[in-house]
C-alpha cells in the first residue's frame, strides 16, 4: 500500500547510545518531516526537508541530525540519546506543504 | 509568530449525539487550518483544510469546520458521534509564510459513550 513507512517502531536505547529512524515514501512528494510528540504538546516540528538535497531546523532541532538520501527517504539520528529524547516520531510527507500522508510511528525510550 | 488553543482537552459524548471540538488561532498572516485525527497507535490522518476559499469546510467522515475570521475560531463538529470517532484530534495552524512551519495544537481527545 502507498504511504509512509517508517521503521523501527519500537526502540529503547540507554543513555548515550546512538540510532537513526528511518522513513521512506513512496508517493512521489517533494517534502518530508520529522515531528515527535509528547503528551499534551502537539506534535513539535524537529527537521524537514522542503527537496531533495535540502533540510532545514523546526522547532526542536537540538540532539538531532537528518539526511536526506533521496526524494523517497528522510533518515533522523540521534548521535547520543538522552532521556528528554524518549518521545514518539513521526514522518510525513507532502507536495505543498499540507501534510498529507504520516507514518505509525516510532516509540523511542531512552534509559 | 502562529499559535493554536484547543479549548478542551478532553470531550465525551454519546453515541448519536453532535461533536463540537473548539479551536482558537492567531496568526499574523492569512492562515491556513487544518484538523487532523490519530486513533490510537496510528499516524494522524488530515480531516479538513481551510485554505481561504470557503469558510464553511466540509471533510472525511462527516466532520465540518468553519472558519470565523472576526473569532479566529476554526470550531470542528459532526452532528452525529460514532463510535469510530474515539480519537485524539489536532488543530493545527499555517501562516501562509512558510508552509513548512505547521503549529499544532495540544490535542483533543474524544470518547464516545455508547
Known amino acids: 500500500n502507498a504511504g509512509v513507512t517508517q521503521t523501527p517502531k519500537f526502540q529503547v536505547l540507554k543513555t548515550g547510545q546512538s540510532m537513526t529512524l528511518q522513513c521512506a515514501q513512496d508517493?512521489?512528494?517533494?517534502?518530508m518531516y520529522w515531528y515527535r510528540q509528547d503528551p499534551g504538546m502537539g506534535l513539535r516540528l524537529i527537521y524537514y526537508?522542503?527537496?531533495?538535497?535540502?533540510?532545514d531546523k523546526g522547532e526542536v532541532p537540538n540532539g538531532y541530525n537528518v539526511s536526506r538520501l533521496n526524494k523517497r527517504e528522510f533518515s533522523l539520528r540521534l548521535e547520543s540519546a538522552a532521556p528528554s529524547q524518549t518521545s514518539v516520531y513521526f514522518c510525513?510527507?507532502?507536495?505543498?506543504?499540507?501534510?498529507?500522508?504520516f507514518g505509525s510511528g516510532t516509540r523511542l525510550t531512552v534509559v | 509568530a502562529q499559535s493554536v488553543t484547543q479549548l478542551d482537552s478532553h470531550v465525551s459524548v454519546s453515541e448519536g449525539t453532535p461533536v463540537l471540538l473548539r479551536c482558537n488561532y492567531s496568526?499574523?498572516?492569512?492562515?491556513?487550518l487544518f484538523w487532523y485525527v490519530q486513533h490510537p497507535n496510528k499516524g494522524l490522518q488530515l480531516l479538513l483544510k481551510?485554505?481561504?476559499?470557503?469558510?464553511l469546510v466540509k471533510g472525511i467522515n462527516g466532520f465540518e469546520a468553519e472558519f470565523k475570521k472576526s473569532e479566529t475560531s476554526f470550531h470542528l463538529t459532526k452532528p452525529s458521534a460514532h463510535m469510530s470517532d474515539a480519537a485524539e484530534y489536532f488543530c493545527?495552524?499555517?501562516?501562509?509564510?512558510?508552509?513548512?512551519?505547521?503549529?499544532f495544537g495540544a490535542g483533543t481527545t474524544v470518547t464516545v459513550r455508547a
Open positions: 510525513a510527507s507532502s507536495v505543498t506543504g499540507v501534510l498529507a500522508l
Open positions: 508517493m512521489n512528494h517533494n517534502s
Open positions: 526537508s522542503a527537496s531533495e538535497g535540502t533540510t
Open positions: 496568526s499574523s498572516y492569512s492562515p491556513s
Open positions: 481551510y485554505t481561504s476559499a470557503a469558510t
Open positions: 493545527v495552524v499555517s501562516d501562509g509564510s512558510n508552509d513548512y512551519k505547521l503549529s
